[in-house]
């Protein structure tokens, strides 16, 4: 165990960088023969060693991923994640003297492989050297002792120069394929080819554009015209205007015969139900008829006249006049046969 009334040395973080699923060892600097020493992990115990008696034991959940070297005090953490990113503790007795020490792990993950890829301006070359996005690493151009990730050259005839770019973080490294300026021109000449077809094709969409343009006002104009009155200057508008026209008049002869064939049903019922009430109504007719004949005629005014006018005309000759017989005589005609 450690004693307390050890005197502490003064404690220093000493940062360490680690590649992701790789091993990393944090190995304290000491002189002295070591006699314990306690790994923690922040608060959490990782390793403990004593030599009197001799024991090693191991903690936690880095149990079956580290281990501890009993001799130099150094600890090992094997396939490191994220997760074990963080501050480390460790604790020795070196001659009766208690030392402790900081680790400070920071995981990384491997460069990838960068590539060169170019533009031409003129007879400037830019080359541009692509690897990760990390704002970690660093770029390096292979043998023309300039860093970063662009360098310009120049483009000369038969230049069969190649390039090289470098890229690196604190536990990694990776180099390009070699890249060669008449590549870069093969590019240029490329993208030279590009611009004038792109060039080209907006050129074309302009002038469409401008042509579309102009016939839809053409249109335009023309159906203003043709909505103020003008339509009688153009004979392809009279021809539509003429089968709209008829279109209009078929369907209004078909509306009507349709009316017409609906109503039919209703009209024949009219028919047959008056033709029921006449029959119905004849009796009633007759016997008013009858009634009628039996009565005797009004006398009118004319009838009357010749009335007048027959009594007093002369009785015809050889016929005696009738006429009323005087009181207390008998009529003419009526009288006794001895008288």
Known sequence: MLLAQHITDAVSVELVYSLLNEDVVLTPQFNGELQEVLWRYRKDKIAEYTSSPESLEYFSRFKGRTELNTADGSLTIKRVTFEDRGIYYAELQVDGRTQTHTFNIEVIRHVSKPTVTCN?????????????????????????NHHGKELQTSLKENDDSKYVCVTSNKKSEQRSDPFAVTDCKKAGDSYTLLVGILVTVATVVVVLGAVAGFVYCRIHKKGEQNEGGNNESDPELLGVQEKIKRYNALAGETKKIKNYSESKPANRKAKKDDDTD?????????????????????????????????????????????????????PLGNKPAGN
């Open 120 to 144: 031409v301006t003129g007879s400037i070359v830019t080359l541009h050297c692509m690897g990760d996005n990390n704002t970690e690493n660093s770029y390096k151009w292979e043998g023309q």
């Open 278 to 330: 006449q029959k119905i109504s004849a009796p009633f007719i007759n016997s008013n008829k009858l009634d009628s004949e039996d009565k005797p005629a009004p006398v009118t005014g004319t009838h009357k006249k010749n009335i007048a006018n027959s009594e007093n005309k002369p009785a015809p000759r050889g016929e005696a006049a009738l006429s009323p017989a005087p009181q207390g005589e008998a």
